[in-house]
């Protein structure tokens, strides 16, 4: 029989079946180096898991985790490290500071708690706070004003640098300002009562107060910080670290 489209194309054929099989092989072997490569990643994963599960792991709020105990207990917080200077510099930095608190008292009675019977005439007691900052503002003198205020100020400077360095516990705004107003409304009171020639005034222990912010803002935090610092995380991360 003639052919008349020529001969038949077999071997393209054959070649096209061989070139689909390579093509199935090199798929196959695609996909197998995919698995165990995935395979290799989540072994790694679960040994980095059962390493950090066996070595401890750290919380938000920086404290150190113990092993699991093994019948399935929570883990116990382990207790933390405490970094900066040692006993010996700590406990010598709260001496030196505790002098300068008996200097500073001894300063402050000589300053407060003097008699000064010329001026029992023109002192009198104010418990309304303002009163007498705005009666210093308003007086012609600008040096005694300045006097008036800014020594106020200047007198409750140093609890704010030396509160700080005496005690962990005495760190922070809020409880210089409140050790600081307790003090000086202590002296107040003693001024009033008993020294001839003195009166009771708010505004004195309001001004007090502010400077010794004004000390803890500007170098006191930092020493405090430096001398004794900080072992436990903010109460908001450890909050946030007993919920998770």
Excluded at 125 to 143: C, E, K, M
Aim: zero cysteines; hydrophobic letters at 45%; proline letters at 7%.
């Amino acid at each position: 029989m003639i052919s008349w489209g020529g001969p038949r194309r077999r071997p393209k054929k054959a070649a096209d079946g061989t070139a689909g099989k390579a093509g199935r092989g090199v798929g196959r072997f695609r996909a197998a180096r995919a698995s165990r490569t995935a395979s290799g990643k989540d072994l790694a994963t679960a040994a980095t898991a059962a390493t950090a599960a066996t070595a401890g792991t750290a919380d938000r709020a920086g404290a150190v985790l113990s092993p699991p105990e093994p019948g399935g207990a929570p883990p116990k917080r382990a207790t933390p490290v405490r970094s900066g200077p040692g006993r010996t510099v700590r406990a010598l930095v709260a001496l030196l500071a505790l002098a300068g608190m008996v200097a500073f008292a001894v300063v402050l009675a000589r300053l407060t708690l003097g008699e000064s019977p010329a001026s029992v005439p023109l002192t009198h007691d104010n418990l309304t706070p303002g009163r007498s900052i705005r009666a210093y503002l308003h007086q012609p003198g600008f040096v005694e004003t300045v006097k008036q205020l800014g020594g106020n100020v200047a007198l409750g400077v140093p609890f704010g640098l030396l509160l700080p360095l005496l005690s962990r516990r005495a760190r922070g705004a809020v409880r210089v300002a409140l050790l600081t107003a307790a003090t000086m409304l202590i002296v107040e009171l003693v001024q009033g009562a008993l020294i001839t020639g003195r009166a009771f005034d708010i505004d004195d222990a309001l001004l007090n107060t502010a400077g010794a912010l004004l000390g803890y803002f500007l170098l006191g935090r930092r020493l405090g910080r430096a001398v004794h610092p900080r072992t436990r995380g903010r109460w908001w991360r450890r909050s946030e670290a007993r919920s998770v």
